[in-house]
C-alpha cells in the first residue's frame, strides 16, 4: 500500500507542469486617460501575445483600454508596465464611450508592477 501510494504521487508530481506566473505578463506602455471612454490607454509591445491570452481583438491594433488598471500607475504617460492580463466579462465590457474617436478592444489587469 506505501509502494503505491509513493508510485502515485511520484506520477502526480512528474505528470504536473511548473508554472512561471512571469510568462503570463504583458509589457505595456501608458499613454494616460483615453479621452473617449476615460479608461486608461496602453500600447502592448507583443499584440501576438495579447492575442493569445485574451482572442484576436477587431482590427489588430496594439492600443487597449487598460480595465481594472490602478489609476498611480497609468496617470503618467510612457511609463513601461508589466500586466498580468484576462479577457474583460460582460458586466466589465459595458461602460459608455462617447464616439468621438476610435473604439480600443479593452483587456482586464489582473496584476501589474512598473518594469
Excluded at 471612454?37 to 484576436?56: E, F, H, Y
Excluded at 484576462?86 to 489582473?110: D, K, N, Q
Amino acid at each position: 500500500m506505501k509502494k503505491l501510494f509513493l508510485l502515485l504521487l511520484l506520477a502526480l508530481a512528474a505528470g504536473c507542469e511548473k508554472h512561471d506566473p512571469n510568462t503570463d505578463e504583458v509589457e505595456v506602455e501608458t499613454q494616460g486617460s483615453n479621452r473617449d471612454c476615460g479608461k486608461a490607454q496602453v500600447v502592448v509591445k507583443d499584440p501576438a501575445r495579447v492575442a493569445q491570452l485574451i482572442g484576436s481583438p477587431i482590427g489588430g491594433g496594439a492600443t487597449y483600454l487598460a480595465l481594472n488598471l490602478d489609476t498611480a500607475l497609468w496617470v503618467r504617460k510612457n511609463q513601461a508596465l508589466l500586466l498580468r492580463i484576462r479577457r474583460p466579462t460582460a458586466e466589465e465590457g459595458s461602460f459608455i464611450c462617447h464616439a468621438m474617436g476610435p473604439a480600443y478592444p479593452a483587456l482586464t489587469v489582473v496584476s501589474a508592477r512598473v518594469k
